[in-house]
């Protein structure tokens, strides 16, 4: 059954580091998008992206996030410099149009 | 604003019994629903779907009613076993947002052998 992977499954980063979130959703997927889960609280959206560019956002994407789709495969979350507060999960998810996403199984962000 | 909630945090069930899991909504232009399960340390797995021309759809085991009329929809699981012990959360969809989904808080299922 395809998948949506995410790596690493964990990351421990310093504070003010650079962090780069992998993911390689499901092949003939169209929409990629990125959700964080604060420990003990509800999945946020982040970002939406199609056809090569940010469909969408939310007031938590602000200009320390950046994504990429630098190849066929993979769907990256940048992180510029960290904060303590982006400790979280994040899940990376794609769908084909307008069918339930499918999440990965996350990569747990720990800012220290 | 916008916001999806679930009525209650927590539901504790024998094994064998159904389940009822609720999640009212606010965005009345959301026209697809999804309920998901998310186990301790994974990623949210979809369970089922439902658009809003429907009121009512039956999954394996599962079986999602929606109410336009009162925003609410809910989730109901029959025989319900330890395996189904998780985190609900129901989330909602709406217009050309494709895939930006608003989640509900979440309900903890446990259910006891």
């Known amino acids: 059954e395809p998948e949506v992977t995410q790596t690493p499954s964990h990351q421990v980063t310093q504070m003010g580091q650079e962090v780069i979130l992998r993911c390689v959703p499901i092949?003939?997927?169209?929409?990629f998008y990125w959700y964080r889960q604060i420990l003990g609280q509800k999945v946020e959206f982040l970002v939406s992206?199609?056809?090569?560019?940010?469909?969408?956002k939310s007031e938590i994407f602000d200009d320390q996030f950046s994504v990429e789709r630098p190849d066929g495969s993979n769907f990256t979350l940048k992180i510029r410099s960290t904060k303590l507060e982006d400790s979280a999960m994040y899940f990376c998810?794609?769908?084909?149009?307008?069918?339930?996403?499918?999440f990965g199984q996350g990569t747990r962000l720990t800012v220290v | 604003g916008e916001s999806v909630g679930l009525h209650l945090p927590t539901l504790s069930v024998q094994e064998g019994d159904n389940s009822i899991i609720n999640c009212a909504y606010s965005?009345?232009?959301?026209?697809?629903f999804i309920w998901y399960k998310q186990e301790s340390g994974k990623g949210p797995q979809f369970i089922i779907d439902?658009?809003?021309?429907?009121d009512k759809r039956q999954g394996q085991r599962v079986t999602v009613l929606l109410n336009k009329t009162v925003k609410h929809l809910s989730l109901q699981i029959a025989a319900t076993q330890p395996g189904d012990s998780a985190v609900y959360f129901c989330?909602?969809?709406?217009?050309?947002?494709?895939?930006?989904?608003?989640f509900g808080q979440g309900t903890i299922l446990t259910v006891h052998p």
């Open positions: 998810a794609s769908t084909l149009r307008n069918t339930e996403a499918f």
């Open positions: 965005n009345s232009a959301s026209d697809y």
């Open positions: 092949s003939n997927h169209l929409y």
């Open positions: 992206f199609y056809n090569n560019e940010i469909s969408e």
């Open positions: 439902i658009r809003s021309n429907m």
């Open positions: 989330a909602e969809q709406g217009g050309t947002s494709y895939g930006k989904l608003t």
